[in-house]
């Protein structure tokens, strides 16, 4: 049992050495409607019902927090259209014999929300969407929260892995500073890496990675090409694209914020 143990314990690093070293990094992403910051924004209820007013309220709750739009005014309006709570009630027999029978009870309980946002009589923005919970609970701030994600520019975090040649622990080290935020070190330790390891792809597309923190796309798309040119792959081809829908995104961004 000791030895299964220990060699159980030997195969953790190796596996996660195959899957490759994970790195955060975030991007800008506009939101759905091109509205600058301090646009006006006001939130109608077009029927007023129960479920409309508390949404109502989720949203501008939501909102606040922001500071993209100016809460209040004509400018733009966001019509809740329709928001309705339906709940089904089921009832479950569960029986061992005649005489010991159990009866329980479970609620399904949905929101059905439609939305749309006009600016001066022009349709920006419309969503349909349901939410279901397994209570008696309907949860308005969930809702509210994935509305608001695409009417305000926001900060997305994503991750990308760096899978090492074998033996290569510079680049190892070089994505483990990176994947701690330091850059610097990560940067260092790859281009040294490469003195011994030059044909490692790797160290080329964390090298890419690294610039596109800095975002400086047009150095990291150099990298990636390096990368594919040693070893064509869809991941380098792709880290390119990426690049170049994740600059416009973040222009855009930019520039519905102000900057």
């Known amino acids: 049992m000791n030895r299964l143990f220990s060699l159980i314990l030997m195969a953790i690093p190796m596996l996660l050495c195959s899957c490759g070293i994970?790195?955060?990094?975030?991007?800008?992403?506009?939101?759905?409607?091109?509205?600058?910051?301090g646009s006006s924004l006001r939130v109608v209820s077009v029927h007023g019902n129960y479920a409309s007013a508390h949404l109502e309220?989720?949203?501008?709750a939501r909102l606040a927090p922001e500071n993209f739009y100016t809460l209040g005014g004509e400018d733009s309006i966001l019509y809740i259209e329709r928001a309705h709570v339906h709940q089904e009630r089921y009832l479950t027999h569960t029986c061992q014999d005649m005489e010991h029978c159990h009866c329980s009870e479970s609620v399904e309980t949905t929101l059905h929300v439609t939305v749309q946002l006009e600016r001066r009589g022009n349709i920006l923005y419309r969503r349909t969407l349901s939410d279901t919970s397994y209570s008696d609970y309907v949860d308005y701030d969930d809702v509210a929260a994935e509305i608001v994600r695409d009417l305000v520019p926001r900060t997305v975090r994503y991750s990308v892995r760096i899978k090492p040649q074998e033996d290569n622990t510079l680049l190892e080290q070089a994505a483990q500073a990176c994947r701690l935020g330091d850059w610097a070190t990560g940067r260092a330790l790859a281009e040294s890496s490469l003195q011994t390891f030059p044909n490692d792809p790797e160290a080329y597309y964390l090298l890419g990675i690294i610039e596109r923190n800095n975002r400086n796309y047009p150095a990291s798309n150099q990298y990636f090409l390096k990368a594919a040119g040693i070893a064509p792959s869809a991941r380098y081809s792709e880290a390119i694209r990426d690049n170049t829908l994740m600059q416009a995104k973040e222009n855009l961004a930019i520039s519905q914020l102000g900057g």
Request: aromatic share 4%.
């Open 22 to 37: 994970q790195i955060q990094l975030h991007t800008l992403e506009p939101s759905q409607v091109n509205l600058q910051r």
């Open 57 to 60: 309220d989720a949203l501008y």
